[in-house]
């Protein structure tokens, strides 16, 4: 019998779902005949995502909601309880961001992508733990970042979220152990991907923004996102290989680390096309994809570069695996780094 027939029908919220790696998420689940709830400001992403999930097998329902909101997300949540049925997953991935350097952005601007970035993932998780602990079942996955523990120049706002994010989540993962109940929180941890963010982010930079490289497509994370809802027992799941080398290496030398990103960070995160007026609107404020805007679908710009696999991403579901790698990737990274400061010395 196939993994598909076996499969139960969930019902899952996504966050964030009308774009990038919601957008590839609620096709992943809608693949495996889930019911998929959808979040997120801009209609015309959303109705282009439920169709998604529809021809993908799923069923799909379309919430406009800003998760900065919280009782907006409590009513959602209570929304989609009535229409679809009680909630097995929930994933928190809403996103909101600034590129520029700290001083060139608005107390504001800061606010706002804290409000979006970390405090709608709050807000989501209290809305599904309301719904899961009475009855003892269900896994809220919290889509997190290499930059949850190691964070770059230009995004400051979008780093601090995340950074607030892993501490919050392994503070509520301590508590949920503790009570004893059956419902669990996990988290998985992206690389650079190929998403439309990099369109829509507001952006005070000279040039572009673009992922750091190596890019992978957001299907990637959307695999990782399906495998740890199904197995939400796990502390956190780490996505591409780069997101791997750079928890290690911050681990082992964080210092080399800053002066690395002080002389790296500002160039890999440009492209070499001028910042311009045909850049496009940003989100931060109004959804790119409100009444005047577009569909901008999963995949950002960078098809060209971008990988459709993460080798790393299989190992990691495999904890014998993964061990062996994290053991011999930081051996590595100890002695590399330890040959660097012998140079420099």
């Not at 029908?9 to 689940?29: I, K």
């Not at 997190?144 to 509520?172: F, M, T, V």
Request: hydrophobic share 40%; charged share 20%.
């Amino acid at each position: 019998m196939s993994t598909q027939t076996q499969h139960r029908p969930r019902t899952v919220v996504v966050t964030g779902a009308s774009g990038g790696v919601g957008r590839a998420t609620a096709r992943a689940f809608a693949a495996r005949g889930d019911r998929v709830a959808l979040l997120a400001r801009g209609l015309t992403g959303l109705d282009a995502a439920a169709d998604e999930v529809r021809r993908a097998g799923g069923q799909a329902l379309v919430l406009p909601v800003d998760v900065a909101d919280a009782q907006a997300v409590d009513e959602a949540a209570a929304r989609v309880e009535e229409e679809l049925g009680p909630i097995d997953v929930w994933v928190n991935n809403a996103f909101a961001g600034v590129f520029a350097p700290f001083t060139e952005i608005e107390a504001d601007e800061f606010r706002r992508v804290t409000e979006v970035a970390y405090l709608g993932y709050v807000h989501g998780t209290r809305a599904a733990l309301r719904r899961m602990l009475p009855r003892d079942r269900g896994a809220v996955v919290q889509v997190g970042s290499a930059l949850a523990y190691r964070g770059i120049p230009l995004q400051s706002a979008y780093c601090g979220a995340k950074h607030a994010i892993q501490g919050w989540n392994e503070s509520l993962r301590c508590e949920l152990l503790h009570s004893g109940t059956s419902v669990r929180t996990t988290m998985v941890q992206l690389p650079a991907l190929n998403t439309p963010q990099f369109d829509w982010v507001l952006n005070r930079l000279p040039h572009l923004a673009q992922p750091v490289p190596p890019i992978y497509q957001p299907e990637v994370a959307a695999r990782a996102i399906v495998h740890a809802a199904e197995h939400p027992g796990r502390r956190e799941y780490w996505v591409g290989v780069s997101t791997a080398a750079t928890l290690l290496a911050n681990a082992v030398a964080p210092g080399l680390l800053d002066r690395y990103l002080a002389r790296t960070g500002y160039s890999s995160q440009q492209t070499d096309e001028d910042n311009g007026p045909s850049a496009g609107p940003a989100n931060l404020w109004h959804p790119a994809d409100g009444p005047e805007g577009r569909d901008h679908g999963a995949h950002g710009r960078f098809d060209a570069v971008a990988a459709s696999r993460s080798l790393q991403s299989s190992a990691s579901r495999h904890h014998t695996v993964l061990a062996g790698a994290v053991a011999l990737t930081g051996a590595a990274l100890a002695a590399g780094l330890a040959g660097y400061r012998r140079c420099r010395q």
